[in-house]
Antibody, heavy 117, light 107 residues
Framework: QEQLVQSGSELKKPGASVKVSCQASGYSFITYALHWVRQAPGQGLEWMGWINTNTANPTYGQGFTGRFVFSLDTSDSTAYLQISSLKAEDTAIYYC??????????WGQGTKVTVSS | EIVLTQSPGTLSLSLGERATLSCRASQSVSGRYLAWYQQRPGQAPRLLIYDASSRATGIPDRFSGSGSGTDFTLTISRLEPEDLAVYYCQQYGSSPLTFGGGTKVET
């Protein structure tokens, strides 16, 4: 069946980097864009940006430029979110979500990233 | 940027009651591209409504969406135990995409 499966929880120290994966299955990966959404502890949903899975062109939302990189491995139907120079305020659950004409119709299960010394 | 304001922040009701959730946009939402998501504790969000009033696959008909322009509503006709969750609206008609702050439905 169609699904997005994300990598497991991460515990990182400030200043380190993390790479979160989002693997798609059950549909043609390059047909639909993938978006990234952040949810800080006890907070709401925040759109981070998206990547065109056909061209690999990323678009970053405000506040997500510089340290955040979206990338793809189309041979493996996988999207990646890399965050460098981690800060305590990057502690959050990060979701990937598929965008179709039906909005975000499918979500990954989320990856918890904790930044702590 | 379109700012979405959801009200109330928390909605306290009894099971079987009708729930009415509001989402107001700071400017008109293009093409009625307004969605509603449900997030149960410890789970990822789930699409309920897209294009303001279309139910996603598998969503019970007690959920309905309405509205256009700047005012949108999600209605749950009879509250069931599994409906206790946080609900978010989202506009996806113009960049940046934005979410409302959420409404928590509790008993």
């Amino acid at each position: 069946q169609e699904q997005l499966v994300q990598s497991g929880s991460e515990l990182k120290k400030p200043g380190a980097s993390v790479k979160v994966s989002c693997q798609a299955s059950g549909y043609s990966f390059i047909t639909y864009a993938l978006h990234w959404v952040r949810q800080a502890p006890g907070q709401g949903l925040e759109w981070m940006g998206w990547i065109n899975t056909n061209t690999a062109n990323p678009t970053y939302g405000q506040g997500f430029t510089g340290r955040f990189v979206f990338s793809l491995d189309t041979s493996d139907s996988t999207a990646y979110l890399q965050i460098s120079s981690l800060k305590a305020e990057d502690t959050a659950i990060y979701y990937c979500a598929r965008r179709t004409s039906l909005a975000f119709d499918m979500w990954g299960q989320g990856t918890k990233v904790t930044v702590s010394s | 940027e379109i700012v979405l304001t959801q009200s109330p922040g928390t909605l306290s009701l009894s099971l079987g009651e009708r729930a009415t959730l509001s989402c107001r946009a700071s400017q008109s939402v293009s093409g009625r591209y307004l969605a509603w998501y449900q997030q149960r504790p410890g789970q990822a969000p789930r699409l309920l409504i897209y294009d303001a009033s279309s139910r996603a696959t598998g969503i019970p008909d007690r959920f309905s969406g309405s509205g256009s322009g700047t005012d949108f509503t999600l209605t749950i006709s009879r509250l069931e135990p599994e409906d206790l969750a946080v609900y978010y609206c989202q506009q996806y008609g113009s960049s940046p995409l934005t979410f409302g702050g959420g409404t928590k439905v509790e008993t």
